[in-house]
């Protein structure tokens, strides 16, 4: 029973590319208010549910992360 876990290098990338994914998810969602076409609302909108779930797929990879710091529950990504 070999669990596979980063290598530091790969967790630090990780944690760059989740960090990234959360900002970009911040100001499409931000973004939208300000927005007054509709079909760039509605790619905006799409961008927020795609973002939402890689991020969820990026915590998952996260989690076999080599040390022992806990994924926060806050903050949370703006997705309401």
């Not at 630090?12 to 973004?31: D, P, R, V």
């Amino acid at each position: 029973m070999n669990t596979q876990t980063l290598a530091p290098h790969e967790s630090l990338e990780l944690h760059e590319a989740l960090n990234f994914k959360t900002l970009c998810l911040a100001k499409s969602k931000l973004m939208q208010g300000l927005v007054f076409d509709q079909e760039l609302k509605a790619l905006m909108q799409k961008d927020v549910i795609q973002s939402t779930q890689h991020i969820a797929e990026l915590q998952a990879i996260y989690a076999r992360a080599p040390f022992q710091a806990p994924i926060p529950n806050s903050p949370t990504p703006i997705t309401h």
